[in-house]
């Protein structure tokens, strides 16, 4: 594609991320692909993570933060600084949302995960550009793995995801695999849905052109932890933690502990007194270059979420991953099925003892270092960025005829307390 097809392009973002940074991550990750397209002017990513500047961003991008929806000691999700009721808080973010659709204008927009919003706030802008913007095309990303599959289906039905589906959305762009999971027979999409739908692969993490040094560490074998943002990673930390100690009187280790910025303060604490009783243990909440930390590593051990799956399997180090299991198995499923594929080692935390878990991870490091083959494609960044490029290009071409049905007519139809 030349310079003058693409030129003068806008791309809005909406990553919902209510209590992690997974959403967010990813949507950086291609919003720095397409600011190298020859011809996009620019890009709004609005967002609701409270994490927006502990990353690099690209050029010609900025960003609208949403009020941050968080969770309570029950699991519900809750304002987390406004004092508003989840509906309420919904509805503003909404209103955002929307008024930066309205002024922006964008020629293309790509949704992150959730084809509603969270609890239905990104219907108002999907109504206002199928209605005002035609020319605008719409499309929704979806990790492959994201729940069981009966579940997904229940959901789906009950918020009127399928609708959305079927008569919103230009293009589905799934970042992963058939090998993994057939999304359209998994998750049960219409037919109308289901041909829209495009496996990009897996989005290739790269390392720091100038990757930060390892601390000094001679002789001693560099175990990286690291549990995305680190909100929902108390139970972990406290099995890795311990489990890191007890490893430590007994072998020459380096340990990094990457927290992420969202691990409740008592957890924090708990970590740092181990720490303090032993200083080849390294505690620390925010890494910039993670997948260059993980590449100097003889073992990585993580949580399942899919943006450190695709960090994993960027780099050869081996990997243990210890997968959440309530209240979604989204990560079991993922580690189980990496597991099946020879990438990645697997435990269940929740069966899994300190002593067991140490034992666990001797064996894997006196296996010395691992080796990878690349059994799943890679190229997501490549692919989607390439989507979305010839998405924009016939957008130039000529108006898009409206849809037969009206999007008006679709209604957010949520069990509050269930919204993801």
Known sequence: MNQESLSGRRILYYAHDSFG????????AIAHDMSREPGVESQLVVTGSPATASFPWPARTDFVKLPVITKDAQG????????????EACRLRGSLLLAAGRHYAPDLLLV???????????????????????????????????????????????????????????Q????????????????????????????????RRQAAVDPEPWPAAPGRQRILVTAGGGGDASDFFRLTGDTLALLAAGRRIS??????????????????????????????????????AMNQADLVISMGGYNTACEILSVPSRALILPRTSPRREQAIRADRLSQLGLVETAL????????????????????????????????????????????????????PRAAADPGRIQPRLVWEGVR
């Open 349 to 400: 935390p929740e069966r899994t003892s300190p002593a067991q878990l140490a034992a666990r991870i001797g064996v894997l490091l006196d296996a010395g270092p691992g080796h990878r083959e690349p059994l799943l494609p890679m190229d997501g960044l490549e692919r989607t960025s390439a989507a979305l490029r010839r998405l924009l290009v016939d957008d130039r071409l000529a108006p898009r």
């Open 76 to 87: 519900a999700y809750t304002s987390r600084d406004l004092p508003l009721p989840l509906r």
């Open 21 to 28: 940074l997974g959403h967010l991550r990813r949507t950086l």
């Open 255 to 292: 340990a990094r502990i990457i927290t992420g910025p969202f691990l409740p303060p008592v957890a924090r604490m708990t970590l740092d007194t181990i720490a303090a009783a032993r200083p080849e243990i390294r505690v620390e909440p925010f890494c910039p270059d993670l997948v260059g």
């Open 172 to 203: 589905i762009l799934v970042y992963g695999d058939p090998s993994m999971v057939d999304v359209a027979r998994a998750y049960g999409l219409p037919e109308q849905a289901a041909r829209k739908l495009h496996y990009v692969g897996y989005l």
């Open 112 to 170: 992150d995960h959730s084809p509603l919003g969270l609890g239905g706030e990104a219907l108002p802008l999907l109504r206002f550009l199928k209605a005002h913007r035609p020319r605008c095309r719409i499309v929704l990303g979806l990790r492959d793995v994201i729940d069981e599959p009966e579940k997904v289906r229940r959901a789906w039905r009950a918020e009127g995801v399928y609708d959305a589906m079927s008569e919103i959305y230009d």
